[in-house]
């Protein structure tokens, strides 16, 4: 079975730009959860989508946004990038019940300049 | 809110060595918790998990985590590592059986000295 896909793997943006990132869940995951993980905070949970519906969200300001498409891949979505944005962004699939595992993908490491 | 701390930053082993990595959470309900293994540019993986039952959990690559719900800690162990144990590990806790999220430490790095 292939694993969570991630793509790109490395961007680098100059702030005020946006940028998109995608993520291919494992077959047959419903779920996709988006993390960010920087030096300083570390893991953080950006949201969650279900079905193709955002299910939870995370901390993080408007400028930060997702979808999921009906094959559950999803992308997220940074608006107006600012140098913070700089980070590891790591994708999550899961079937989306309770106590399911959830298994990371590689990442993108988004570099802001 | 639930939150966890890895109180080691660092720890040096030598390979051949056991090891424990700590871990303490703040969560009301019976917590779900994980322990993941980060590798330089990887990704995350998981090493165990637990939310009921044996309070001793099972996990991959020889890793073992004990659930203490006294002191809120579930501490990792290895009875010997590999120089390949290196890596930054993770331990997180899940609301609702990780449906809002999970709640992730600062991690530990873990360096291994031949």
């Known amino acids: 079975k292939a694993g969570v896909t991630q793509t790109p793997r490395y961007l680098i943006k100059t702030r005020g730009q946006q940028v998109t990132l995608s993520c291919s869940p494992i077959?047959?995951?419903?779920?996709v959860s988006w993390y960010q993980q920087t030096p300083g905070q570390g893991l953080q949970f950006l949201f969650e989508?279900?079905?193709?519906?955002?299910?939870n969200k995370g901390n993080f300001p408007g400028r930060f946004s997702g979808r999921q498409f009906s094959n559950s891949r999803s992308e997220m979505n940074v608006s107006t990038l600012e140098l913070g944005d700089s980070a590891l962004y790591l994708c999550?699939?899961?079937?989306?019940?309770?106590?399911?595992?959830?298994?990371f993908g590689p990442g993108t490491r988004l570099t802001v300049l | 809110a639930q939150s966890v701390t890895q109180p080691d930053i660092h720890i040096t082993v030598s390979e051949g060595a056991s090891l424990e990595l700590r871990c303490n959470y703040s969560?009301?309900?019976?917590?779900?918790l994980f322990w993941y293994v980060q590798s330089p540019g990887q990704g995350l993986q998981l090493l165990l998990k637990?939310?009921?039952?044996?309070?001793l959990v099972q996990g991959i690559k020889g890793f073992e985590a004990e659930f203490k719900r006294s002191q809120s800690s579930f501490n990792l162990r290895k009875p010997s590592v590999h120089w390949s144990d290196a890596a930054e590990y993770f331990c997180?806790?899940?609301?609702?059986?990780?449906?809002?999220?999970?709640?992730f430490g600062k991690g530990t790095h873990l360096i291994i000295q031949p």
């Open positions: 999550a699939s899961w079937q989306g019940q309770k106590y399911n595992e959830q298994f």
């Open positions: 077959s047959g995951h419903r779920s």
């Open positions: 989508y279900f079905s193709e519906t955002q299910r």
């Open positions: 969560y009301g309900a019976t917590p779900y």
């Open positions: 637990y939310f009921s039952g044996d309070t």
């Open positions: 997180a806790v899940g609301e609702r059986g990780g449906a809002d999220g999970l709640t």
